[in-house]
């Protein structure tokens, strides 16, 4: 039996990186997923590769910087299976990164909110309903960046210590009906991170920077921490963050 047998679980920036290995590695578990992506074919070539390995996966395209299209994408996922067991918030699109403070727009910092703190938000208030029914789980995603509050990295990593808030204020209030609200702050060689490396050397040199000399790997390192977080070895952990970033912010977690 799979860890997560019987259990449906919406993962929002499921086509590719982080998300996708979340998406599969759950699907292998037993979980049925919403594969939730802005990208139509990122969505459809995730849906593929877990019915191809046997797993039980619907794609929904979804912008989720627009309140309606969540509304949506959380009505579909229920209309094709029946519920939300797990709420995966994932999606952030890694625009304008190494941006001075003065240089930093006010569309820049509502650009970040948007895809990031609001899009967690409507996600986990859609989905609470059936959360609640079903005693469910929300994983959420922060940043190193955030909680060191990295230079050149304001919209981004103050969109994400908001969301750390936010799960935080989740955790406390939502644990009478029996949901976990925790929160990852991974470092990874996703798509965004390899063309940041690629093209800023500041990003380089914090990659070579952390503890173990490397960034986690989305599907060996980062998807089976959410798989922990998903299952149930993590009935007790609640409004907590894991820093699942090789030693990059040692302590910083809290």
């Keep these: 039996m799979g860890q997560l047998d019987g259990?449906?679980?919406?993962?929002?920036?499921?086509?590719?990186?982080?998300?996708?290995?979340?998406?599969?590695?759950?699907?292998?578990?037993?979980?049925?997923?919403?594969?939730?992506?802005?990208?139509?074919?990122?969505?459809?070539?995730v849906v593929e590769a877990i019915r191809a390995a046997g797993g039980t996966a619907a794609g929904i395209a979804c912008d989720v910087t627009d309140a309606a299209q969540i509304t949506r994408a959380v009505a579909e996922t229920v209309a094709a299976f029946g519920s939300v067991d797990i709420l995966v918030n994932n999606a952030h699109d890694t625009r304008?990164?190494?941006?001075?403070?003065?240089?930093?727009?006010?569309?820049?910092?509502?650009?970040h909110m948007d895809m990031g703190f609001f899009a967690?938000?409507?996600?986990?208030?859609?989905?609470?309903?059936?959360?609640?029914?079903?005693?469910?789980?929300v994983i959420n995603f922060g940043s190193v960046v955030g909680v060191q509050g990295s230079?050149?990295?304001?919209?981004?990593?103050?969109?994400k210590e908001a969301i750390r808030q936010a799960t935080r204020v989740a955790a406390r209030e939502w644990g009478k009906f029996g949901i976990n609200v925790n929160c990852v702050c991974p470092t990874a060689v996703t798509d965004g991170l390899a063309d940041a490396?690629?093209?800023?050397?500041?990003?380089?040199?914090f990659v070579k920077a952390i503890p173990l000399r490397r960034a986690g790997d989305p599907a060996a390192d980062?998807?089976?921490?959410?798989?922990f977080l998903a299952g149930p070895a993590s009935g007790y952990l609640t409004g907590h963050t894991l820093m699942a970033d090789g030693g990059a912010a040692i302590d910083a977690g809290r």
């Design 222 to 227: 980062i998807a089976p921490i959410l798989l």
């Design 7 to 45: 259990k449906i679980a919406l993962i929002t920036g499921a086509g590719r990186g982080i998300g996708r290995a979340a998406a599969e590695l759950f699907a292998a578990e037993g979980a049925r997923v919403a594969v939730v992506s802005r990208s139509r074919a990122g969505v459809d070539a």
């Design 120 to 137: 967690t938000v409507r996600f986990m208030r859609a989905c609470f309903p059936y959360l609640k029914e079903r005693r469910g789980r």
């Design 151 to 159: 230079p050149k990295m304001l919209a981004y990593g103050a969109a």
């Design 96 to 111: 304008d990164l190494q941006v001075s403070f003065l240089e930093t727009s006010d569309d820049m910092l509502q650009a």
């Design 197 to 205: 490396i690629r093209n800023e050397p500041a990003v380089a040199n």
